[in-house]
C-alpha cells in the first residue's frame, strides 16, 4: 500500500521560497506509470492542482502558478519536492502531495493522498 507523506515549515514569511517535501513508502517514485502532484487547499477555498512531476521525471505546472512553481525529485530517497517562490499571504493554504495513474489537473483524479500539512504565510 502506497502512502505519502508531506514535510516542511508551517510558517513562512512574505516574499520567502516554500519548501515542502513529500515522502513516498511502499513504492518507488521510478516505478510505474504514476504522477505525483501537489495540490493545495486555501481556507473557504476549492483544492487547486499545483503541477505534477511524473514517473519519467518531466513536470507540469498550473498556468497561474508555472511561473513561482518548481517540482523535483530524489530518486534515492524517493521524495519529490515542491518550492513555491515569492509567496504572500494568499499562498496560505493546505498543501496535500498525491498520486494519480494518469497526468491530470483535475485533484480528483488522484487517488493516493498525504495527510496534508498547513502553510502560513505571514509577517
Known amino acids: 500500500q502506497v502512502q505519502l507523506q508531506e514535510s516542511g515549515p508551517g510558517l513562512a514569511k512574505p516574499s520567502q521560497t516554500l519548501s515542502l517535501t513529500c515522502t513516498i513508502s511502499?513504492?518507488?517514485?521510478?516505478?510505474?506509470?504514476?504522477?505525483y502532484a501537489w495540490i493545495r487547499q486555501p481556507p473557504g477555498k476549492d483544492r487547486e492542482w499545483i503541477g505534477y512531476?511524473?514517473?519519467?521525471?518531466?513536470?507540469h505546472y498550473s498556468p497561474a502558478l508555472k511561473s513561482r512553481t518548481s517540482i523535483s525529485r530524489d530518486t534515492s530517497k524517493n521524495q519529490f519536492t515542491l518550492q513555491l517562490s515569492s509567496v504572500t499571504p494568499e499562498d496560505t493554504a493546505a498543501y496535500y502531495c498525491?498520486?494519480?495513474?494518469?497526468?491530470?489537473?483535475?485533484?480528483?483524479?488522484?487517488?493516493?493522498w498525504g495527510q496534508g500539512t498547513q502553510v502560513t504565510v505571514s509577517s
Open positions: 498525491a498520486r494519480g495513474p494518469r497526468p491530470s489537473m483535475n485533484a480528483q483524479n488522484y487517488n493516493y
Open positions: 511502499g513504492a518507488s517514485i521510478t516505478t510505474g506509470y504514476y504522477y
Open positions: 512531476i511524473a514517473y519519467t521525471g518531466s513536470t
